[in-house]
């Protein structure tokens, strides 16, 4: 499949990059390009202008500053769960690298293009010819939303990996702008509209995650159902995180709405408790119920919720096996 | 407009003038008739286009031509030196590997890629990376035994 035809820039630094976007609104930014190019394959986004970032030096690191840990934004994946300092620390974050894709994935793919791909719905991660059985959805440009039915709106999900496993561990991410930088909680960087997810002005680009080196004090992990372990994006990925000498927890979902979640009502309730498996299951249901997943995919809303709730119990098993030890 | 490059594959250097669209395999095979690298899915879903690129595996029907400047690419062609087999390749061969062979030349370098990294990499580590590479005849179990007879047996770089 050709790609679309587009106008090509490889800036050497972030402010060159910056001034491209700032000239050509309507560019993309491409990283590893695993998600970008295949959704350009499809037809689906046709960007002018791609501005290649991956010629810029020194956003390819993973270092600690005051204790916390600062990833760069072309940190590849793989990178992630072979780093000690990451293992260590956060092996959640390490497990939600681990899988993603297929390997060729994680060798290709960058922490912060993981962080921005694409929101995914059946009706849009599709070829050209399927799509043409029916009107485009409002994502792909048309008027509506084939999955509620309902005109300019549009309720595709967020499927990242990576974002749940960032979001248990408080992390915060670092734009870089016009304006210089800025910094944000990663929660604030998700929109909740499916049509454009990030919170992030078209001359931005992420250049950087940081780690607060409180988040070390707990122990994290991230455990993804998925149709083929070897390369699917998640049914439902669940992420945990668990102080249990303070009995403070995190729960984060992804692929269940339209940005990945935090399970307000299961910390609420897990939070000042001991992880009991009788805890787990209450917890579990809460955030089942709290969820709003929609038929954005093959498999079903209940079916998702049922899953949502299978993980983090099997999520608090692990914890509690990783406390043990 | 189209760009002047240069790539480095298997050794040797090519003076090309392509267009920002064109996937490195395009390049590959649409250019330089070097037809060893698959075109299988085209999304980089089956892995049958690898290619290593400094070392590593990659899909190069997810990777602009123009994105590989700078880089030693080695496709399967690069892979035999002298007329004698790889050691991966001639494992492929001795245990039956393979049936069509549509998906060989992207299993034996992402085999590569693993076992030069890991010389001695086990079942487990073998089969959760190579699990990105789909076989759609012959199945897996010859695929994972050749890359462990040249795991078992080796003690330096593959």
Redesign the interface.
């Known amino acids: 499949m050709r790609l679309p035809k587009f106008e090509y820039f490889e800036p050497e630094d972030l402010k060159a990059a910056v001034a491209i976007l700032q000239k050509e609104p309507a560019a993309k930014i491409l990283a590893g390009g695993t998600d970008l190019l295949v959704n350009m394959k499809h037809r689906v986004e046709c960007p002018p202008v791609l501005v290649n970032i991956k010629r810029i030096a020194d956003l390819d690191y993973v270092r600690q500053d005051n204790g916390d840990i600062r990833i760069g934004a072309l940190t590849p994946l793989k990178r992630l769960h072979a780093e000690s300092l990451i293992v260590e620390n956060f092996p959640g974050l390490a497990q939600a690298a681990s899988a993603v894709g297929s390997y060729h994935h994680q060798v290709m793919g960058t922490l912060a293009g993981n962080i921005c791909q694409q929101n995914r719905c059946m009706y849009f991660n599709q070829s050209k010819w399927w799509r043409s059985s029916r009107p485009a959805c409002y994502k792909a440009g048309g008027e509506i939303c084939h999955v509620v039915n309902k005109k300019e709106i549009c309720y595709s999900a967020y499927c990242g990996d990576m974002a749940p496993a960032l979001l248990v561990i408080d992390a915060r991410i670092a734009l870089e702008g016009p304006d210089g930088s800025k910094e944000m909680p990663i929660e604030d960087f998700f929109s909740g509209d499916g049509k454009t997810p990030l919170v992030k002005a078209p001359a931005e680009i992420l250049s950087e995650i940081i780690i607060p080196k409180t988040s070390a004090d707990g122990i994290s992990s991230y455990i993804k159902f998925a149709n083929r372990d070897s390369i699917d994006f998640p049914i439902v990925g669940t992420a945990l995180w668990a102080s249990e000498n303070e009995k403070r927890y995190r729960v984060a979902f992804t692929a269940v709405d339209r940005k990945p979640v935090r399970g307000n009502q299961a910390e609420d309730f897990l939070n000042g408790k001991e992880l009991s498996a009788e805890n787990a299951k209450a917890a579990s249901d809460l955030a089942a119920k709290a969820a709003k997943p929609l038929k954005t995919s093959v498999y079903s809303p209940s079916h998702k919720r049922r899953m949502m709730g299978l993980l983090l119990q099997k999520a608090v098993n692990e914890a509690k096996r990783r406390s043990s030890e | 407009m189209k ?1 002047a490059i240069e790539l480095h594959i298997n050794g040797d250097t090519y003076e090309l003038l392509v ?5 490195l395999l ?1 390049v590959l095979r649409d250019k330089l008739g070097l037809m060893g690298t698959k075109r299988g899915c ?4 089956c ?1 049958s286009c ?1 290619v290593l690129l400094d070392g ?4 190069s029907c ?3 031509a ?2 590989a400047r700078g880089k030693q690419i080695l496709t399967i062609e690069g892979l035999a030196e002298g007329g004698d087999l790889h050691r991966l390749q001639d494992a492929f061969v001795k245990k039956g590997a393979l049936q069509c062979g549509f998906c060989t030349p992207g299993m034996i370098l ?1 085999a590569k ?2 076992l030069d990294e890991e010389p001695h990499a086990t079942e487990d580590v073998i089969k ?6 789909l076989c759609r005849c012959t199945g897996y179990k010859k695929v994972v035994e050749a890359v462990m007879s040249v795991a078992a047996s080796s003690g330096k770089e593959v």
């Open positions: 760009e267009s920002p669209n064109y996937t395009e085209d999304l980089g879903a892995g690898t590593e595996a990659c899909l997810l990777m602009l123009v994105d992402t890629a693993i959760h990376k190579m699990a990105g590479n």
